[in-house]
């Protein structure tokens, strides 16, 4: 009895100490606190893991849909100098221009803006076509797709 008596006394001061009772690490095999560890790290491997797929998923590209996207930089350039040519013949035919140098001076920055937008799409259309270069098929998917969508 007194054996008996001196393990419950250290079982006691064990738990009255902050350690786990001896019953609930037989019975799970590990303390609480090691498996939300577990937890936790399986958590953050789980979220980097799906930023990875996802990011890659992103990345991944097909000739037809650079086409596209090259397109619509050309596309994007041309509708904004029409649309400025539009409001700058406007002001002109309501007379907002004191000389027709100002609405010359107008017309040439205009063509400015356009000739730089128009270079950047270029630059953009051939870093996205490099890609196909070597690939006949693909090449010749991102050429059609591109003149099917570019706008004139």
Known sequence: ????????SELAAVSSSGAMEADTISKNGQS??????RRNILQKIYIVFLLFVSSFLL?????????????????????????KREDLNKKY???KFSSDGQAMQEL????????????KAY??????????RTN????EKF?????????I
């Open 32 to 37: 609480s606190k090691s498996q939300m560890s």
């Open 59 to 83: 990345s991944c590209s097909s000739a037809e849909s650079d086409g596209i996207k090259a397109a619509k930089e050309h596309c994007k350039c041309n509708q904004i100098n029409r649309q």
């Open 108 to 119: 040439e920055r205009i063509s400015k803006e356009h000739s730089d937008c128009s270079k």
């Open 123 to 132: 630059e953009f259309e051939n870093k996205l076509r490099n890609k196909y």
């Open 93 to 95: 035919n309501e007379g």
């Open 136 to 139: 006949k098929d693909k090449d």
């Open 1 to 8: 009895m007194l054996h008996k008596n001196k393990f419950v």
């Open 143 to 151: 050429s059609y797709t591109y003149y099917r969508f570019h706008c």
